[in-house]
């Protein structure tokens, strides 16, 4: 058995030094440990998958990051691993636990993840080996893992047992939530623009030192297509990540970050919305594109007419949101979300549909994740 610092430190003298993901009663002590101490920043997601977006964007802004979860997460982790870090080689340590440990009494919903963990992160091309049990095996470990991402640019994961890491005491703050911020209807009461207008729109309006990260589907295409540059990320997949992913960006730069969602892709992860106006990052603004439809995979229905993405948005603590249907108030909207602290929220509503012969992002997803590291990270 370990104590938590006995990890945190020489991994922290590595580098390692943002936390994320969802608790598990195995890494409870692991967990208060990274809350507390000086050395490593920690954000709690909603869900595994969150988490690992949310360590994504924390890499893309210079950080070396950690994902904490339970191994029944590891199926809410399967998404982004596969769609996001293994297209664009990002890298994060993994330590999942290891429930349902075969030879171990634990509780029916953990049996076949137990059996299957090992073999499932390795599917997902995660190598990985046991979370180091004693203090003097640690540094051997990191190293290890070191190496493994020096060379795939890809996570690496420890699978922890039970009874790895010894206790540590719960210090973490109590919960400051604020008033509900100010909500703005900019709507005309007819959609006139489509979101290949509403992106021009925001090339036109946010600062150009503006970070922005566009979701799957036809929503990074169009952006490709407009404008290719160093400050954008275009999504190949992950759906429902872009959100968490600009929440790690945010969380570590000065830079104005602009996430470019669809309402598909919100409503997949809205539990992303809650840890934003949590954790609260002054410079993010999320748009979501609602055009009512999977536009990518031939216009089937969302639920969107039933949400209203901007009060949900505000009841989950972002400092301003507004709901707009035409490019007049899209830009006001946009104009109030730069000038005063988010995050913000514009549901902009707009036309489905997009311009024929759409084309793809022709730059490799890995050098788009550097690229735009570079473009984060500069000066």
Not at 165 to 179: D, F, R, T, W
Not at 276 to 284: R, S, T
Request: a negative charge; hydrophobic letters at 40%.
């Amino acid at each position: 058995m370990i104590s938590a610092d006995d990890f945190i430190v020489p991994a922290q003298k590595r580098g390692y030094d943002f936390y994320t993901g969802v608790p598990c009663s195995f890494l409870t002590p692991f967990i208060n440990r990274a809350i507390s101490s000086e050395k490593t920043d920690y954000v709690g997601a909603a869900s595994e998958g969150e988490a690992v977006a949310i360590a994504a964007g924390a890499w893309l802004a210079g950080r070396k990051t950690v994902v904490m979860c339970q191994n029944s997460g590891l199926g809410n982790c399967v998404n982004p691993i596969t769609s996001l870090n293994f297209p664009f080689r990002i890298p994060t340590l993994l330590i999942s636990t290891w429930r349902g440990q075969p030879g171990l009494k634990d509780e029916p919903q953990h049996e076949l993840m137990g059996q299957i963990t090992q073999s499932l992160m390795e599917l997902m091309r995660v190598q990985c080996m046991a979370f180091p049990p004693a203090s003097d095996e640690i540094a051997d470990a990191l190293d290890i893992a070191e190496k493994n991402i020096k060379e795939s640019n890809l996570p690496f994961g420890f699978i922890m047992e039970k009874g790895s890491v010894g206790s540590e005491e719960l210090k973490q703050l109590p919960a400051n939530p604020k008033p509900m911020g100010p909500y703005e209807d900019f709507r005309s009461g007819a959609i006139v623009a489509n979101r290949y207008q509403t992106l021009e729109k925001v090339l036109e309006s946010v600062s150009d030192e503006a970070a922005l990260i566009a979701t799957t589907g036809k929503c990074g295409r169009e952006l490709f297509t407009i404008a290719d540059r160093p400050q954008h990320i275009y999504q190949v997949g992950s759906m429902g990540g872009a959100s968490g992913m600009g929440l790690g960006v945010a969380l570590n730069t000065d830079k104005p970050v602009v996430v470019l969602d669809g309402d598909g892709a919100a409503l997949m992860k809205m539990g992303s919305l809650a840890t934003i106006g949590a954790y609260a990052p002054g410079n993010l603004t999320h748009v979501v594109l609602d055009n009512g439809v999977h536009d990518s995979t031939g216009g089937q229905a969302t639920v969107s007419p039933h949400i209203d993405f901007a009060q949900v948005a505000l009841a989950c603590g972002y400092r301003f949101a507004a709901t707009t249907d035409n490019l007049a108030g899209f830009g006001e909207a946009l104009a109030i979300a730069s000038e005063n602290d988010g995050p913000s929220l514009i549901h902009a509503k707009i036309k489905p549909g997009s311009i024929d012969n759409l084309g793809r992002p022709t730059v490799a997803p890995k050098e788009i994740a550097r690229r735009f590291q570079a473009f984060i990270t500069k000066g």
